[in-house]
Nanobody
Framework: QVQLVESGGGLVQPGGSLRLSCAAP????????MGWYRQAPGKQRELVAA???????NYADSVKGRFTISRDNAKNTVYLQMNSLKPEDTAVYYC?????????WGQGTQVTVSS
C-alpha cells in the first residue's frame, strides 16, 4: 500500500507557528497534486491547501494569508507552514496525494492550538 507519512503536529499557543511535513513515495509524489486536509471533532474533513505538480496553490478561505503550502520535488515532500494559528485550526491534519481519482492518505497528525 502507498504510505504517506505526516509529521510536525503538536500543541501550540494562539498566534504561534508549526510546520507540517509529508513524505510520499517518489512514484506517487512525482505524478500527483498534493494537499493538506484537516478534520476537527464533529466536522467534515476539509481541504486546507493544495499544490499541483507545477507549484500552483489553492487555499481554504479560512487559512489564506496564514498558511503556505510548498513542495520539494527532489525530496518527495510537501510542507504546510502554519502561522498565526488560531484555536479553530485545531484538528487532525492529513496529507493527501491526488492523481485523476487515485488518492492516498497519511495517518494524520494532531494540531492543537490552545492557550
Amino acid at each position: 500500500q502507498v504510505q504517506l507519512v505526516e509529521s510536525g503536529g503538536g500543541l501550540v499557543q494562539p498566534g504561534g507557528s508549526l510546520r507540517l511535513s509529508c513524505a510520499a513515495p517518489r512514484s506517487i509524489f512525482s505524478i500527483s497534486a498534493m494537499g493538506w486536509y484537516r478534520q476537527a471533532p464533529g466536522k467534515q474533513r476539509e481541504l486546507v491547501a493544495a499544490i499541483t505538480r507545477g507549484g500552483s496553490t489553492n487555499y481554504a478561505d479560512s487559512v489564506k494569508g496564514r498558511f503556505t503550502i510548498s513542495r520539494d520535488n527532489a525530496k518527495n515532500t510537501v510542507y504546510l507552514q502554519m502561522n498565526s494559528l488560531k484555536p479553530e485550526d485545531t484538528a487532525v491534519y492529513y496529507c493527501n496525494s491526488y492523481n485523476y481519482g487515485y488518492d492516498y492518505w497519511g495517518q494524520g497528525t494532531q494540531v492543537t492550538v490552545s492557550s
